[in-house]
C-alpha cells in the first residue's frame, strides 16, 4: 500500500509537472512555427553559400596564380628562343632555292609598278 503523500510533496510534484508541460508546449509552438523555421533554414543556406563562394574564390585565385606563373615562364622561353628561331627562318629564306631564282624577277615587278606610279602621277598634273 502506498503512502498518502503530504501537501509539500504534492506541491513540489505539480510544480515539476508545470515545468515539463511548459517545456513540452514551448516544442510544439516551436515545430508549429514555420516562419521561425524558414528563417533558420534561410540563415543556414546563406552560411552555407557565403562559405561556398569564399572557397570558389580562393580557389579561383590559386589557378590565376598559376596560370599567371606558368605565362610568364612561356613568355620568357618564347622570349629566349625568338632570336634563334628569327636567325634560322632568315637563313632558311635566304637559302631557298625559289627565293633566288625569282629575285630578278620581284626586282622587275617592283620597277614596273615605281615607275607606272611615277607616269600616273605625272600625268595627273
Known amino acids: 500500500m502506498s503512502t498518502p503523500e503530504s501537501a509539500p510533496d ?3 510534484e505539480i510544480e515539476r509537472t508545470r515545468e515539463r508541460l511548459g517545456e513540452t508546449v514551448e516544442e510544439l509552438a516551436a515545430k508549429v512555427d514555420v516562419r521561425a523555421r524558414a528563417q533558420d533554414k534561410v540563415a543556414d543556406l546563406k552560411a552555407k553559400a ?3 563562394a569564399a572557397d570558389v574564390k580562393a580557389k579561383a585565385q590559386g589557378t590565376a596564380t598559376d596560370v599567371k606563373a606558368k ?3 612561356t613568355a620568357a622561353d618564347v622570349r629566349a628562343k625568338a632570336p634563334a628561331a628569327a ?3 632568315s637563313g632558311r629564306v635566304r637559302q631557298s632555292q625559289v627565293v633566288q ?4 624577277l ?3 615587278a617592283g620597277a614596273v609598278l615605281a615607275g ?3 607616269i600616273w602621277r605625272w ?3
Not at 631564282?101 to 630578278?104: A, E, I, L, N, Y
Open 10 to 12: 504534492i506541491q513540489a
Open 50 to 52: 557565403q562559405a561556398t
Open 71 to 73: 605565362a610568364q615562364g
Open 87 to 89: 636567325t634560322e627562318w
Open 101 to 104: 631564282r625569282r629575285w630578278p
Open 106 to 108: 620581284a626586282v622587275v
Open 116 to 118: 607606272s606610279v611615277a
Open 123 to 125: 600625268r595627273r598634273k
